[in-house]
């Protein structure tokens, strides 16, 4: 499995009640009854817990009105309602992807035609600084206005929206009126999936994205190689995918994507907000590849057949040759780079000792810069020596990396024990657990606390898949607590509660079910099967 294993050590936040306020149990707010009897019932079954003593400001507001996940940074109700059964939509100029997203959104909902009411969606460009390159506001009154800098931002406010509205056509549509603004904590909201162990096919991974931008989750990293699998057509070296793309870990699925695949993926992904990050894991985690051209390998290594066990940490490309592994190295990441427009291309890095291993990291990840990108690596290259702006991914809890920080490296934040969601939705779920025996429960998951990471440009969760063989085992480690990987990116920890985002991702049942979800029937969030 994984070589190297810290345990988590950082403790459970415990519950806030942030959506309390705006109840009884904090001031009486202007709100209208029906929401009032709502949060009354979820504060009084809280209260019961704990008491609700606390009388803070209203941010949170209760479901119907405001089930969006992640919860907005700044939500105002007001006190009308607008009905309608048709939208005309006046879209400005430069916003291709959210009109896209809205014109789908509004079809699926019949919302489209020359229904009896009908009112106008206006989506609109303004130069508001406060928004940022992905915030948004959504005003409905007598109209619905959706406004921001970028496309992107528009994108996001679509899915506001969407999450507002029902998930299935009805003959009427009726929205609270209300004002909401806007924006990301953080500039990167991933996952990654291993698609090296276990295949996942080009179809799944329109649906993911779909469901990733309904999230507002920004970043796709596809862990296209490893020891068990090369699913990344490199054509230079075919045998990358005749041999590589064969294997896969033991019950896994094999295969590969063609070159024109992932740039149909790369276009999928960018028109709904979502940038892919490919990995080419190196110099380990490389079996696969020296399966395939055997002069990567040094000359004592015995074992060159394709692999389909869990161990890692044995493959190595033999770094005492570098006029064989080096050009390699740059080839495979010129066609990557020119496949996929991500700024930033993960060099993996993780899970090998080799006296040369900093030395391999340092010149690789200067191949990026001199290719005009940015090199992500996992955390152990924090020993390399490499330009203060390569990013590192943490993944063991409890990593030394404050030498690392020190010289200005921004962090990806995965640590293992909050977002390896391979792991179990709960205890004893079968599959991986060499991080936490305990598994990473939905409720573990949303106490991580970005914050102390001072350079952290965001979080990723991970799902490996040496146990995760089908769509619908991918599906149900994903969500719910995708949902909740979103909410931390999305949200500081003062804007948010556990509490709140049960009942707001609670009531988000049936967009799940509209996406065709198979995820887990999480207790938490009432979801959970009659014995
Ligand atoms: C890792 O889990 N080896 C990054």
Request: proline residues 6%.
């Amino acid at each position: 499995m994984h070589a190297v294993q810290h345990l988590a050590s950082r403790g459970v936040v415990s519950v806030n009640w942030a959506s309390c306020r705006a109840t009884p149990c904090g001031r009486a707010g202007t709100m209208r009854l029906p929401f009032k009897l709502h949060a009354l019932i979820v504060c009084l079954v809280a209260a019961a817990a704990s008491g609700c003593t606390q009388r803070t400001a209203v941010t949170e507001l209760a479901p119907p009105l405001t089930s969006i996940v992640p919860i907005p940074q700044s939500m105002q109700p007001a006190a009308g309602e607008l009905r309608f059964s048709s939208v005309k939509v006046e879209a400005a100029a430069g916003t291709p992807h959210a009109t896209q997203a809205l014109t789908e959104l509004l079809a699926r909902l019949g919302l489209n035609g020359s229904g009896a009411t009908s009112v106008t969606l206006h989506l609109e460009l303004v130069d508001a600084p406060e928004l940022g390159e992905e915030g948004y506001r959504l005003v409905i009154d007598d109209a619905i206005r959706l406004s921001a800098r970028t496309d992107a931002g528009l994108l996001h406010g679509v899915q506001s929206l969407r999450q507002l509205l029902p998930a299935q056509k009805q003959a009427e549509h009726r929205l609270a009126q209300l004002a909401i603004r806007d924006a990301p904590a953080y500039r990167w909201r991933g996952i990654s999936l291993d698609v090296a162990r276990s295949f996942l096919p080009v179809e799944y991974l329109e649906k993911h994205i779909d469901r990733m931008a309904v999230f507002k989750l920004n970043r796709l990293h596809l862990h296209l190689t490893d020891d068990q699998g090369w699913r990344i057509e490199i054509k230079r070296y075919p045998k990358l995918v005749e041999i590589g793309g064969r294997s896969a870990v033991e019950g896994g699925r094999a295969g590969y994507y063609t070159q024109e695949q992932l740039k149909h993926l790369v276009a999928y992904a960018q028109a709904r907000g979502v940038t892919i990050v490919p990995e080419i894991d190196m110099p380990g985690h490389v079996q696969a590849a020296l399966a395939s051209y055997n002069e990567l390998a040094c000359a004592d290594v015995k074992n060159l057949s394709p692999y389909s066990g869990v161990e890692v940490g044995f493959s190595v490309f033999c770094l005492e040759k570098p006029e064989v592994v080096y050009p390699f190295v740059r080839n495979v990441l010129e066609e990557v780079v020119a496949i996929f427009p991500s700024q930033e291309i993960h060099i993996g890095g993780d899970e090998i000792k080799d006296p040369l291993y900093a030395d391999f990291v340092a010149r690789t990840a200067a191949m990026m810069d001199e290719m005009g990108r940015t090199p992500i690596v996992w955390e152990e290259g924090s020993v390399a020596d490499m330009k203060p702006s390569a990013i590192l991914q943490l993944w063991n809890d409890g990593y030394a990396i404050d030498a690392a920080v020190a010289k200005g490296h921004p962090l990806i934040l995965s640590p293992c024990s909050y977002l390896y969601i391979d792991h179990g939705n709960y205890a004893g779920q079968p599959g991986a657990d060499w991080c936490r025996a305990e598994g990473v429960p939905l409720k573990r998951l949303y106490s991580f606390d970005p914050a102390p990471f001072k350079t952290a440009v965001g979080i990723e969760a991970a799902l490996w898949t040496e146990f995760v063989h089908a769509d619908a085992s991918a599906d149900e480690h994903l969500w719910p607590r995708l949902a909740a990987v979103a909410e931390l990116g999305w949200n500081p920890a003062g804007q948010r509660s556990y509490a709140g985002f049960v009942q707001r991702m609670g009531a988000l049942r049936p967009q799940l079910d509209a996406l065709g979800v198979q995820y887990h029937p999480e207790p938490d969030l009432g979801w959970a099967k009659p014995e």
